[in-house]
């Protein structure tokens, strides 16, 4: 297997090629920034603090050689700055200082710690305990005088005295661990002098390096990447101007190559699509072609509309069949329109004059139209032959046929088209000069207008009639039936007009009394309107003097008038859906006489009752009137109720029996009152109801008597 040196391959390598030196340079960098970090932090963390300490030491040693002779030969008083200063360098000067270099010597070679602890052995255990002896002899200013201290303790602070050899003792020991400890800074500072210029030219080197190797990866990708890429900018710039490449594109071995090869199998691809397209557009819509693929929009687009285009064509075509038949059929009837519209008073003229044409028109060889006819005698109704002909020459035949006799009778009586293909024998047969043979189809139209049969057309033919040209015949045998129901209209126009003046003068008779009957009428209601009008005079009086309020046949009140609710301080609105007996308390009324009433007013009986209120005022006494009301039909519906206040009446007892009489022939009167109103009432809703059925009933004759005159002078006026 042939290897394939890829872009992602080339990437890769160049990549890694970077990556390795990235590596290698990040190692090495790594290990010298340790080695330096390791140098930087001895010297920063051991040996610079340690010179440093010492150094301290030194001048603390210095330090207590001189204060220890201030002690001896100057200091006289006892609690001097010299004296104070010698007390804190041995309490706490000297001490802190040995913990810190003990902090870090720990990282000195042996010998440097065994020189130190001999130091600090030599300081502690010799040169201090010197010092003490000196400043517990001379502790006093009296001290000072006595020659035989100062005699003893100034040799030891002179030239050789103890204190001054030992001190000189210890400083250098510290100078030799100083000597050495710089020795060693210095070299470590050296050391990392020396490792960061060899980083530094590392540094310089690898980045030379990496920039080689980048120029190198650059140019090595560019030649076989970035050239082939342009290449094909270029290709496919020149294909976005509609433009296919004659010449295709060098393929190689990665994934360029396998662009460039799929972009000349595109270009072919195109190329078969561009040919397929313009087959197309020359109307060849059988030639060959696939797709791409299935997801290949634009052919599959293309196949879409050859398949488009293909069934647009066979519609057109289907479309000009069917423009040439609606023209035939719009020709034909056009033709025959004409033919209908001439000898429309002779029958058997315009019987041979439809045949005829329309044999030669759907191009048949025989035909015959039988017209509907009545016997007078029988009174009955047959199908006469008004015309035949064959061969374009009228046939001289009489022929009868009866209702539901054969298939002009079935055509007839199914209202329906009959076209067979299989005529039987001895039906007609066609004789010429070459001899005579059975037709190949019959066709029976009945001739009917708006589902009346006035006759059948028989067409005879060698040839299939198609779809269109029985359609066609169905059409003229409709504008035939028309033609014929207008000759029969024709022949009875005439009579129709004589009947139609005999009706005139009936009708004008009939308008006479119908005038009279709407005088009548109106003189009628205008007796009701008036009746009316003194009922509701009679009902305002009544609203004006005494309370009223109407109930259903349950007790609930349905109107009210202002009066009634003034007096038991209530609202109309408030008291309309209230039933009559939740106004008044219960307990302090006659309820059994109440409910006496109301079973004598579910049977019409009138009567009155007085009944308490309970207003703001105080208690009411009302005396009420309740007179049942009957419907239209006769039934108890509704009771009406008159209310007239007794409470002055009520409360004045010596005059109760005086007045008693008073309100009984009041209630009389108003009985008698209600009375007329509902005999008024009756009397007026009665005559209503007889004014408006003879009303209706001489506006349906008097319609109806306008309707037929109108339709017979329509029919007079069409028919002339």
């Not at 109307?283 to 797709?291: L, M, V």
């Not at 025989?366 to 015309?387: H, K, R, W």
């Not at 109309?572 to 079973?599: M, Q």
């Amino acid at each position: 297997m042939k290897y394939r040196f890829t872009i992602a391959n080339r990437l890769l390598l160049g990549f890694s090629l970077i990556i390795i030196t990235l590596l290698v340079s990040s190692v090495l960098t790594y290990t010298t920034l340790q080695k330096n970090k390791q140098l930087n932090e001895q010297v920063a963390n051991i040996y610079s603090p340690s010179v440093q300490y010492l150094g301290d030491l030194n001048q603390l040693v210095n330090d207590s050689k001189m204060l220890i002779k201030n002690w001896v030969y100057i200091e006289r008083k006892s609690n001097t700055p010299d004296k104070r200063k010698l007390r804190k360098l041995h309490t706490e000067e000297f001490p802190v200082l040995v913990s810190k270099i003990k902090s870090i010597y720990r990282n000195w070679t042996p010998d440097e710690q065994s020189l130190f602890d001999s130091l600090i052995v030599t300081i502690e255990d010799t040169l201090f305990p010197y010092h003490k002896q000196i400043m517990s002899r001379l502790n006093s200013f009296e001290s000072y005088d006595d020659p035989m201290v100062v005699f003893e303790i100034q040799p030891m602070v002179g030239d050789g005295g103890e204190v001054i050899n030992t001190t000189d003792k210890a400083l250098n020991t510290v100078g030799k661990l100083l000597t050495s400890l710089n020795k060693k800074s210095e070299e470590r500072n050296m050391a990392m002098f020396d490792s960061l210029d060899s980083f530094q030219m590392f540094i310089l080197f690898s980045g030379l390096i990496m920039l080689i190797i980048a120029i190198a990866i650059g140019l090595f990708i560019s030649r076989a990447t970035i050239r082939p890429i342009l290449r094909l900018k270029e290709f496919l710039l020149i294909m976005t101007k509609g433009l296919l490449p004659e010449e295709q594109m060098k393929v190689s071995n990665d994934e360029i190559g396998d662009m460039s090869k799929a972009l000349n199998e595109y270009v072919d691809g195109m190329r078969r699509t561009s040919d397929f397209a313009l087959s197309i557009g020359k109307g060849n819509y059988d030639i060959d072609y696939e797709a791409l693929s299935e997801d290949d929009a634009l052919g599959n687009a293309l196949l879409r509309m050859r398949s488009d285009l293909k069934k647009a064509a066979g519609e057109d075509e289907r479309r000009k069949k069917e423009d040439e038949i609606r023209n035939w059929t719009a020709q034909g009837i056009a033709k025959f329109s004409d033919i209908l519209r001439m000898d429309n008073d002779d029958i058997q003229k315009l019987s041979f004059n439809i045949v005829d044409n329309l044999i030669n028109y759907i191009d048949a060889i025989q035909g015959a139209i039988y017209v509907l006819s009545t016997d007078e005698n029988e009174e009955g109704q047959y199908f006469d032959m008004t015309a035949a002909v064959a061969y374009g020459r009228e046939k001289m035949v009489d022929r009868r046929i009866e209702m539901e006799e054969g298939l002009v009778g079935r055509c007839a009586f199914e209202r329906a088209t009959v076209y067979l293909k299989e005529v039987p024998d001895n039906y007609v047969r066609i004789t010429s000069g070459l001899g005579d043979a059975n037709p190949n189809v019959l066709l029976l139209v009945p001739l009917k207008l708006n589902n009346e049969i006035f006759g059948v057309l028989e067409i005879i033919s060698f040839n299939e009639l198609q779809k269109h040209q029985i359609e066609f015949v169905e059409k003229v045998g409709e504008n035939i039936a028309s033609t014929i129901s207008s000759v029969r209209i024709n022949q009875q126009t005439a009579k129709l007009l004589e009947e139609s003046r005999h009706k005139g003068e009936e009708l004008a008779s009939q308008e006479e009394e119908m005038r009279q009957n709407m005088e009548e009428l109106q003189a009628t209601q205008e007796e009701s309107a008036r009746r009316e009008a003194e009922t509701q005079d009679t009902i305002d009086a009544i609203n004006n003097t005494l309370g009223n309020f109407d109930m259903d046949i349950n007790g609930y009140i349905i109107s009210v008038n202002e009066k009634y609710a003034q007096l038991i301080f209530s609202k109309t609105g408030d008291l309309i859906g209230k039933e009559h007996r939740t106004l008044f308390n219960e307990e302090k009324n006659d309820v059994e006489r109440y409910n006496e009433i109301w079973d004598g007013m579910r049977n019409g009986i009138p009567a009155d009752i007085e009944i308490k209120y309970e207003t703001p005022d105080g208690d009411m006494w009302l005396r009420e009137s309740y007179t049942p009301a009957k419907n239209i039909d006769g039934e108890y519906n509704k009771i009406v109720a008159l209310v007239m206040d007794v409470s002055e009446k009520r409360s004045k007892d010596s005059a109760i029996h005086a007045y008693q009489h008073e309100l009984e022939d009041q209630g009389e009167i108003l009985r008698e009152t209600m009375d007329r109103i509902n005999t008024v009432r009756e009397d007026y809703e009665g005559k209503i109801q007889e004014i408006e059925k003879e009303k209706e009933i001489v506006e349906e004759e008097s319609r109806v008597q306008i309707e037929s005159l109108k339709m017979q002078l329509d029919e007079i006026t069409g028919n002339k």
